[in-house]
C-alpha cells in the first residue's frame, strides 16, 4: 500500500476522533441515555416498534402504488398522505367587498372546473 491508498483512511478514522474528542458534555450524555434507553427496552417494547413501523410502511405502501397503464408503461400515482385545510372564504365579507352575491361566484367557480376538466378529458383522448 502507498501513502496515497492510506491517506483517505486515516483522515477518515482522524475525523472521526476529533469529532469525539470535541463533543461536548452533554452530547456524550445525550448519547449515553440514548443507549441505556434501547438496551433497557424490553422484548414488547421492541415487539410494538416494530409493528408500528410495520404498520407505516404498509399505510405508505398503500399510497404509492405502482399501476400498470394500458400502452405497457409504468407509472406512479401516489395520494397525499395529508391536505392542508383550505381556508373559508367568509361569504358576508366577500359579498360587501365586491358587491355581488357569494352564489355567483360560486356558480362561475363550478363552471370554470367543469370546463377544465373537459378540456383534461379531451387532451387524454
Known amino acids: 500500500m502507498s501513502l496515497d491508498d492510506i491517506r483517505p483512511?486515516?483522515?477518515?478514522?482522524f475525523n472521526s476522533n476529533v469529532d469525539?474528542?470535541?463533543?461536548?458534555?452533554?452530547?456524550?450524555?445525550?448519547?449515553?441515555s440514548r443507549a441505556l434507553q434501547s438496551i433497557n427496552e424490553t422484548q414488547v417494547q421492541k415487539a410494538a416498534?416494530?409493528?408500528?413501523l410495520?404498520?407505516?410502511?404498509?399505510?405508505l405502501k398503500r399510497h404509492l402504488e405502482i399501476v400498470p397503464?394500458?400502452?405497457d408503461d409504468v407509472y406512479t400515482e401516489a395520494t397525499p398522505l395529508a391536505r392542508?385545510?383550505?381556508?373559508?372564504?367568509?361569504?358576508?365579507?366577500?359579498?360587501?367587498?365586491t358587491g355581488f352575491p357569494m352564489s355567483l361566484f360560486q356558480e362561475a367557480l363550478d363552471a370554470c372546473v367543469v370546463l377544465t376538466r373537459r378540456v383534461e378529458h379531451l387532451e387524454y383522448d
Open 69 to 71: 397503464d394500458e400502452d
Open 54 to 59: 410495520n404498520e407505516e410502511v404498509e399505510d
Open 84 to 97: 392542508k385545510p383550505q381556508p373559508q372564504p367568509q361569504p358576508q365579507a366577500q359579498q360587501q367587498a
Open 20 to 32: 469525539f474528542l470535541l463533543k461536548t458534555k452533554e452530547q456524550m450524555e445525550e448519547e449515553e
Open 49 to 52: 416498534k416494530r409493528r408500528k
Open 9 to 13: 483512511i486515516f483522515k477518515a478514522k
